[in-house]
Nanobody, 117 residues
Framework: QVQLVESGGDLVQPGGSLRLSCAAS???????????MAWYRQAPGKQRELVAAITSSGSTNYADSVKGRFTISRDNAKKTVYLQMNSLKPEDTAVYYC????????WGQGTQVTVSS
C-alpha cells in the first residue's frame, strides 16, 4: 500500500520556523530516489498549489512566494522529503502535502501549518 505521511505542522508566530517531514512507503517507492518530489499547500478556500520541488539529482524549484524562506531537501535512504520553513508569514497558513510531481498518488492527510500571533 502506497502511503505519504506528512508531519511537523504546528501553530507558530510570524517570523518563526518549522520543519515538515514526508515519509513515503509502498512498492512504488522501492526506488524512491528516482522521483521528483514536491511539497504542496492548500489554504482555506483556495486551490492546492506547488510550494517546492526537488528532483532525483537534488535540483530544487520554489514558488515565488516562498523563495529565500523555504528549503526543500530529501533523504533517499529514509525515503523522506523535508521542508524547512523560515520567516513564516500568516499567508503561509495552509495544510501542507507532499506528492510525486508526475503521476501523482493519492493525497495523504497533510499537516496543518498555522502562522498567527
Amino acid at each position: 500500500q502506497v502511503q505519504l505521511v506528512e508531519s511537523g505542522g504546528d501553530l507558530v508566530q510570524p517570523g518563526g520556523s518549522l520543519r515538515l517531514s514526508c515519509a513515503a512507503s509502498g512498492t512504488i517507492f522501492s526506488i524512491f530516489s528516482i522521483y521528483t518530489m514536491a511539497w504542496y499547500r492548500q489554504a482555506p478556500g483556495k486551490q492546492r498549489e506547488l510550494v517546492a520541488a526537488i528532483t532525483s539529482s537534488g535540483s530544487t524549484n520554489y514558488a515565488d512566494s516562498v523563495k529565500g524562506r523555504f528549503t526543500i531537501s530529501r533523504d533517499n535512504a529514509k525515503k523522506t522529503v523535508y521542508l524547512q520553513m523560515n520567516s513564516l508569514k500568516p499567508e503561509d497558513t495552509a495544510v501542507y502535502y507532499c506528492n510525486k510531481v508526475a503521476y501523482q498518488l493519492a493525497w495523504g492527510q497533510g499537516t496543518q501549518v498555522t502562522v498567527s500571533s
